[in-house]
Structure formats: C-alpha cells, structure tokens
C-alpha cells in the first residue's frame, strides 16, 4: 500500500498494542510504525501541565519525513497538531474516532468523565469499557486486555493526559482551516463520544479531508473493526496519496 512510513498514534491511556489487530492486516512490506505517546507505554509519566504541543513534540522524532500519519482519539489531536506545525513529517492525515470542535455540552460531559477519573480510577475505567464495548461482540479477552492497560496507567499522568484530550480539541480547531495535506476523518456509526457528527465537522474545517462512518461501529475502531478501517486506510492513501 505506502512506500513511506504509515505512523500510528493511540488514545488516552492506552498503548501501541492497540493497533496490533490493524497492523496483522498490513501488507507485509509496509513500514509500520506504532508510537507510544508521552506519559503512555514505557514512557515517563507526563507532568502536570503537559500540553497538546508537548504530547505532539514528544512523538515528532520518531515520525520520519513523508509519513502517512494516523491518530487514534487522543493520537489524532496530536497527528492534527503535527500536520499544521511539522507538514514536512506529514504526507497524509487520518484522524479515527477524533473529537472536535465540542459543543458546551460534549465538554461538560468530557470533564464530568475527567472528574470522575480523579475521584474513581477504577470506576471510570469500568465506565469507559462499557462505553467502549457493550453490545459490540467483542471477545471477552480483548475487553480485558485493554482493561489492563488502562489500569497500569499513572494515574496522576493519566489525569494530566485526559485533561489534554478533554479540552485540547477548542486549542487546535482554528488551526485546522490551515491542515494542507490530504485528511481523513472516520468514526464508528454508534460511537457516543467521538460522534458521527464530530467526524463532520473535522471534515469540514479541514480544507482537503472526507469524512467515512463505519455502520455499527462504536469508539474501539482499531480494534473492534479493524478490517473497516484498513481498508478505508489503503483505499484513502492509494487515492490520494498516489502510492
């Protein structure tokens, strides 16, 4: 599919692994590349007072020249960051199960959510996988598996990076009329908090992005429907990226 490096960002509290079930879909002569975000993986926790730019400048390193850059919820504020700031690191955007431009409400719920977390870690990380999975088939032991990784979190990092995401999409929305690479912005059709509606707006604010909702689908895109977003990754490079 991509001669250059295809470059893949995760979410809040997660990790690389989560893109495991995207990356065995791969071709095998794709350059594949799954970051850790700062305060995520291995990394060092992140401060108090990180910032979107901070996340994104932790990660613009390991993101060579020309890469086709893909985020995932937290990850695609950071790849948006990246394509208005650094565009030579950047051939391609995708942006999956991205948030933006909130409303009052989708902000107060986001920070209600925030607040949780600080007062209940462990409950909130069962509220998220219900959120995330209920209803949707998947096996018992992916559920699980992202439980874990979502419970080995530093939770004061954790919170430091929750805050980012919750209010980071108001920060990056006038830059997005300046994204100058083509985009993609794809959502699962019953995803309660990366909606249908946010992938709409990201499409409209980006001069050159479409926008693809995945029928039935709910937040875990990389992992609950990976063959769906696969294939809208290599039809969008391949068509617009002429590779």
């Given at each position: ?28 002569d794709v350059d ?41 919820s937290l990850g ?95 920060e990056i929305a ?70």
């Amino acid at each position: 599919m991509a001669r250059s490096p295809l470059v893949l960002l995760h979410g809040v509290g997660l990790d690389s692994t989560m893109w495991e079930p995207v990356t065995a879909l791969l071709e095998d002569d794709v350059d594949v590349r799954a970051l850790d975000l700062p305060g995520h993986g291995r990394r060092e926790p992140a401060p108090d007072g990180v910032t979107l730019a901070d996340l994104a400048a932790g990660v613009a390193g390991e993101v060579p020249p020309g890469s086709h850059l893909v985020g995932f919820s937290l990850g695609a504020l950071v790849a948006q960051h990246l394509a208005r700031h650094r565009p030579d690191l950047v051939a391609t955007l995708t942006s999956v199960s991205s948030v933006c431009r909130r409303t009052e409400a989708e902000r107060a719920a986001v920070l209600a959510r925030l607040d949780s977390a600080a007062a209940d870690f462990p409950g909130s990380v069962a509220a998220s996988l219900q959120r995330w999975y209920d209803g949707t088939g998947t096996a018992p032991e992916v559920v699980r598996r992202t439980e874990a990784t979502l419970l080995a979190n530093d939770v004061p990092s954790y919170l430091n990076c929750y805050r980012v995401f919750a209010t980071a999409d108001a920060e990056i929305a006038p830059e997005l009329p300046r994204i100058a690479v083509p985009s993609l912005a794809v959502t699962g059709e019953l995803d309660p908090g990366s909606t249908p509606g946010m992938t709409h707006r990201l499409a409209d604010a980006i001069p050159d992005c479409r926008a693809v909702v995945v029928p039935g689908a709910r937040h875990m895109l990389p992992v609950q429907r990976p063959q769906d977003l696969v294939t809208c990754l290599t039809t969008f490079i391949g068509e617009r990226a002429h590779v």
